[in-house]
């Protein structure tokens, strides 16, 4: 759980089985993780479970940019240049840093188990 936002803390789980949900070749953002689990202004905490996500590949942190397209940092020792690769890979283009046709390639549609 990550603790300092003012409702609580958050479950990093559900935040990876979330980002589990993004297909190849789709992306999505902090803040589409954030509004999944209903805490919209937790943006920059998904960021920082993205970062350390100790299930990669399998959790497919590449796929999780910044709400403008634009691609962030990545915790692979390459950086952003490693996560660029592997969207190019999947058939996501990025240009100048940014996700191409962002709103094409743009996933939120995210399912949540309530237990």
């Known amino acids: 759980m990550i603790d300092g936002l003012k409702k609580g803390k958050i479950d990093k789980e559900l935040v990876y089985s979330l980002a589990k949900q993004v297909p190849k070749g789709k992306v999505t953002s902090y803040g589409g993780l954030a509004a999944a689990i209903g805490r ?12 350390v996500n100790p299930y990669a590949p399998v959790v497919p942190c590449h796929r999780v940019v910044h709400k403008d397209g634009r691609v962030g940092g990545f915790g692979d020792r390459r950086g952003v240049a490693k996560k660029i690769e592997l969207l190019a890979d999947e058939g996501v283009m990025v240009k100048d840093g940014r996700v191409k046709d962002f709103e094409k390639v743009y996933f939120d549609r995210f399912r949540i188990r309530k237990t």
């Open 40 to 51: 919209p202004e937790a943006a920059r905490a998904i960021g920082s479970i993205m970062h």
